[in-house]
């Protein structure tokens, strides 16, 4: 497919391009802070990038009528219901972690959020020192399928590609969930299989616990 990505000059812009071209797919359009690049219309618009350009991505999308995987995290709810609404004529796929782990994570989540009432429940997320948002996408997605208003601790370190843990303790014991991405790839991959998950769909909104 010819595919286009909103960031493209960023970290998971050039991490998702090379497993596509890996694959054979074809870079054909970009935008990033510097502008647009431009060699053909793209069949998919991939954005990784900043809420701020959210506009921009949202007149792209229509203006190609093209679907959207976008993982960009801190998005505003006015942001989410636009791409609610751009999902009536394009699918759209949204999530904060693209990876396969925290997919099983949530499971665990849901699984065992109704047997820890009482516990002390904390997040705790790492990552590089470049992120920009506190805290992450991640982590308010995990406090969410939790149902219940947890602390989250961010750290910022190094160059720590993104962990993930749920500390859940009562006064005998401590149960944690954790989770480490070793590298952007992981985050790549599940983009690459929302893509193909696009492919055959005419529009809807979905995430990507409807494309595993
Ligand atoms: N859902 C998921 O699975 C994952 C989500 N993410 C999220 O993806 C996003 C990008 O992360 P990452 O690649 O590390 O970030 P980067 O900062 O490396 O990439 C963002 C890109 O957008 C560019 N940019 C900044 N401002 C503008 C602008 N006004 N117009 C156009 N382009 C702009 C940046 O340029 P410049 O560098 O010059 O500022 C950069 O090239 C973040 O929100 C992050 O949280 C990250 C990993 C996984
Ligand atoms: O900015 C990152 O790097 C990451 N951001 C996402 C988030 O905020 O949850 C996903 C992943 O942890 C990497």
């Known amino acids: 497919m010819k595919i286009g990505i909103v960031g493209y000059k960023g970290r998971m812009g050039k991490e998702i391009k090379d497993l596509f071209e890996e694959k054979n797919h074809e870079f054909v359009w970009g935008y990033d802070k510097d502008g647009e690049y431009f060699q053909e219309t793209p069949q998919i618009i991939i954005d990784f990038s900043l809420p701020e350009v959210f506009e921009k991505t949202e007149d792209y999308v229509k203006k190609f009528n093209v679907p959207l995987i976008i993982g960009t995290t801190g998005l505003q709810d006015e942001q989410i219901e636009a791409l609610k609404a751009l999902a009536k004529d394009v699918p759209v796929v949204q999530s904060y972690n693209f990876s396969i782990g925290i997919q099983l994570f949530l499971k665990m ?15 705790v997320e790492t990552h590089h020192r470049f992120k920009k948002d506190k805290p992450s996408g991640t982590a308010k997605m995990i406090k969410e399928s939790l149902d219940k208003d947890v602390p989250i601790s961010s750290l910022r370190l190094g160059n720590v590609a993104g962990d993930h843990v749920l500390y859940m303790a009562n006064l005998g014991e401590v149960l944690s969930i954790s989770h480490r991405a070793l590298s952007r790839r992981a985050f790549a991959e599940g983009v690459l299989k929302s893509a193909e998950f696009v492919t055959n769909k005419k529009n809807g909104y979905f995430t990507f616990t409807d494309v595993i």
């Open 109 to 123: 989540v849901d699984f065992l959020k109704d047997k820890i009432d009482g516990w002390d429940i904390e997040i």
